[in-house]
């Protein structure tokens, strides 16, 4: 798409001339965007800071929560705790017309590794990767500085179908849904799902080429990537001895404004530091709803599936997750979550720890009794949360917000005296800081239950 004529004449007055952002093939509406080359509901809000340098259309967006964590601590220092801290991220991302398509480059970086530090913050139930060579349970690990670093180029092939290739140094493969920072459910939640290492843990990699074909609703898409989860030093690139040995597959659709529904496979080859014998195979499907609520607001729910194959162990590990968020006006935000995931104990740190793992001495002992395997997906284990923003600073302007939520945890009986309750519980209490919400009108993109102008939506709350 050529460049706009300014309107009216502003040489010599010190102003910027107009310009006209690039098209995007198929007119496909940069809300649909989301992390990688996934797909959100077309009536997603979008909260950045945009302008136009050049022909290039630039964006800037992301999240800071300013944090006191507090995870139920009976035993001492093992697991759970108390952190002040701050989980963020921040993006930017520079589109261009480029040989009849479009040419997109992002950046994307978080500070974490300096405000929770390598080890993370508290998250009873969580697991995944590693520090000081122990897995880490019990705690989110931090994002690394470099989250994103990419080129995505998309070109039309006729009216009704393009395609794409998405090239990351830095990225995410085609895997799950948008990673749980970037979906609109959980934007006012500032800790982790529980399950993220069953659903989109791998939004991270070393080294990611992901090809796609696409039309206005349905997208299909194939990547390569470096299958291994960065390792402890957060600010550095992981490329020593690794490879693109890992591999997936997606496919999602968008029937209309509201909806995106994905499914995807993926093998990860030795995805964890300290297990480099074991893969996985993991499949994900999910479902993600977004539609304008009350006067100003939006409602947003995500529903996902995801599932663990370890090499070596039978059977799948399960998990599942429900989460919304309501933004009930200008001001006040209620959200939620819950979730169930099978977990083994040694994701859990029970496998090693003799004190918390005595052998069973009974018929209905409240002990854990050693599988086979220590990888056997044998707990089930789970978690509710509820929390609620005020927003400080109304939608015209920088959001500043400050909330609350308390979660429960729950763990079968077997391990009931690691967490000293079969219900533990964890709070956090924060200030959210993120962009203005933009004033943008949605495109349209035909479709059998879309063929109307959605500018009304809550995209545009100006």
């Excluded at 480059?105 to 139930?125: N, Q």
Aim: glycine share 12%; charged share 15%.
């Amino acid at each position: 798409m050529a460049d706009a004529k300014p309107a009216g004449d502003t040489a010599g007055r010190g102003q910027r001339l107009s310009m006209a952002p690039p098209a995007a093939p198929l007119s496909i509406p940069m809300q649909r965007n989301g992390s990688g080359t996934s797909w959100l509901p077309d009536a997603t809000s979008v909260r950045a800071l945009t302008f136009l340098r050049g022909g290039w259309n630039f964006m800037l967006h992301g999240a800071a929560f300013i944090q006191y964590d507090d995870q139920q601590n009976p035993g001492g220092d093992h697991r759970g705790g108390s952190q002040f801290g701050s989980v963020n991220w921040g993006m930017i991302a520079a589109n261009h017309s480029l040989a009849g398509g479009q040419l997109g480059l992002r950046g994307m970086f978080s500070a974490e590794a300096f405000t929770v530090g390598s080890r993370g913050y508290p998250l009873l139930l969580q697991s995944g990767e590693e520090y000081n060579g122990q897995s880490l349970h019990d705690r989110q690990h931090p994002h690394d500085l470099f989250m994103e670093l990419a080129a995505l180029y998309d070109h039309a092939l006729n009216n009704d179908a393009a395609v794409s290739l998405y090239v990351a140094p830095v990225g995410e493969p085609a895997i799950g849904p948008v990673a749980f920072p970037h979906r609109p459910s959980a934007a006012s939640d500032p800790l982790a799902p529980i399950g993220h290492h069953w659903q989109d843990a791998t939004h991270i990699s070393f080294g990611v080429i992901t090809a796609g074909l696409y039309t206005r609703m349905i997208r299909i898409e194939g990547s390569i990537f470096n299958g291994r989860e960065p390792d402890q030093i957060r600010t550095n690139f992981d490329y020593k001895g690794r490879s693109l040995d890992s591999y997936s597959g997606r496919i999602t659709l968008n029937p209309d404004a509201y909806w995106s529904v994905s499914g995807s496979y993926a093998f990860l080859k030795s995805p964890e530091q300290l297990s480099p014998t074991i893969s996985e195979h993991r499949i994900v499907a999910s479902a993600m709803y977004v539609r304008p609520f009350a006067k100003s607001g939006s409602w947003a729910t995500t529903l996902i599936y995801g599932a663990n194959k370890h090499s070596g162990t039978p059977g799948l590990s399960n998990s599942a997750l429900a989460e919304t968020n309501i933004d009930a006006g200008d001001r006040n935000t209620f959200f939620g979550r819950a979730e169930i995931v099978q977990k083994s104990p040694d994701e859990l740190g029970l496998v090693a720890d003799p004190a918390i793992m005595p052998p069973a001495v009974g018929v209905g002992a409240e002990q854990y009794v050693p599988s086979a395997s220590p990888t056997d997906p044998s707990l089930d284990v789970g978690e509710i949360t509820l929390g609620y923003v005020r927003e400080l600073v109304s939608l015209r302007g920088p959001g500043i917000g400050v909330g609350f939520a308390g979660t429960i945890n729950f763990v079968p009986a077997s391990i009931r005296s690691a967490y000293g309750s079969r219900s533990p519980a964890g709070g956090v209490i924060f200030v959210r800081l993120r962009p203005r919400l933009m004033n943008m009108r949605m495109q349209k993109t035909p479709g059998p239950r879309q063929t109307r102008d959605m500018c009304n939506m809550n995209c545009e709350r100006h």
